[in-house]
């Protein structure tokens, strides 16, 4: 199933990836502000953390030629990892980092509705951005695995151990989770692997479309994509699962499972939305759709500026990852307008 034998680590584009991993979802959310985010110790944490882990979905990915459904379920792995081994915020009932959540009714000690959300940002932010910005900015690196199996091995291996020592060493205010959260997690993003292989497998045994994946440069466009519309079609599926669904809780104040379930429904029709537009342009309408997600994400790092009192960072940071969306897009539609010219 892998796509060609690794001819060694691209720095490069491995550092872009690893570096976009916590700077989309951390720096762009205003929870590790400037100089923070340049402290040698937080930068380790957050290669560990938040690099590695990606840097092993990036390998499934491609080894395993998946789709878009594979990158859902290994985002939601990635969401465990980071909210529930490192942040454990899964389980609180206050002191939620959103605390519109707080008091919210928990399921076996899970708080669901965070957790939807939460994974959901994760998705978005930590895997899906940064995955499809470092495939444009590296169109050659797109095909073939970074990761020796031995390398697959190791960095799985001190992720594993990072994220063990985080949860069970924790002190305030992140105190040591519960064996029995602990083991559900595992459990949980095992389940996740497992079940993005199963996808992997069946798309294998389809032949018409085995030699593709969700950053494969293989993929064929059809006549008539439109990487403009695309775009905004993304700004207005992540207005309507972020900010929408926190002005429904905010004014309707629904119970954990009203929540859950109208999050869930919204979700889906983005989801959904996504998947019709990818039928003509897989791959354009996956860059473009991603980065139309960053817009109402810079309007919130403005807005968690003001409420910080870092309102100058804030508008610099959003200008920023304003400027670095409108230089992907761009190269995103030369692709396209090139693509249409050799017709």
């Known amino acids: 199933m892998v ?15 690893v570096a976009l991993s916590f700077l989309t979802a951390e720096y762009m959310s205003g929870n590790v502000p400037f ?11 957050l290669i560990l953390g938040y690099g590695f882990p990606l840097l092993l979905i990036r390998e499934a990915i491609v080894r395993w030629r998946l789709g878009g459904p594979g990158m859902l379920l290994l985002g939601g792995a990635y969401g465990l990892v980071n909210e529930g081994l490192l942040a454990k915020t899964l389980t609180l009932k206050t002191g939620v980092p959103i605390g519109l959540f ?10 669901v509705p965070w957790a939807l959300f939460i994974l959901a ?28 199996p031995r390398a697959i091995w190791a960095v799985s291996a001190l992720t594993l151990l990072f994220c063990s020592a985080v949860y069970f060493l924790g002190k305030d205010p992140h105190p040591p989770g519960k064996p029995a959260h602990f083991a559900f997690y595992l459990a949980a993003i095992g389940a996740l692997l497992a079940a993005s292989h199963r996808l992997a497998r069946a798309r294998e045994h389809r032949a018409a479309n ?32 972020f900010p929408a669904t926190l002005i429904f809780l905010t004014k309707a104040r629904p119970t954990a499972i009203l929540f859950s379930g109208v999050f869930m429904a919204v979700f889906s029709l983005a989801v959904a939305w996504l998947a019709r537009l990818s039928r003509r342009d897989p791959l354009k309408a996956r860059l473009s759709f991603a980065l139309g997600i960053t817009i109402p994400f810079c309007a919130l790092r403005v807005i968690a500026g003001f409420q910080r009192g870092r309102a100058i960072e804030g508008a610099v ?23 249409t010219t050799d017709r």
């Open 3 to 17: 796509p060609t034998a690794p001819r060694g680590f691209p720095f490069r584009a491995g550092a872009a990836l």
């Open 35 to 45: 100089p923070r985010i340049l402290f040698p110790p937080v930068v380790l944490f």
């Open 102 to 111: 707080d008091g919210m009714a928990l399921a076996f000690g899970i708080h």
């Open 121 to 148: 940002y994760h998705l978005c932010a930590s895997v899906a951005l940064p995955l499809l910005a470092v495939r444009v900015l590296f169109p050659a690196e797109a095909d073939r695995p970074w990761l020796s």
């Open 210 to 241: 085995s030699t593709g994946g969700l950053l494969s440069a293989t993929e064929t466009p059809a006549p008539g994509s439109n990487v403009l519309r695309t775009f905004l079609s993304g700004t207005l599926a992540a207005v309507l699962v």
């Open 317 to 339: 940071a959003a200008l920023l990852f304003l400027a670095g969306t409108i230089f992907l897009l761009r190269r995103v539609q030369r692709g396209a307008s090139a693509q």
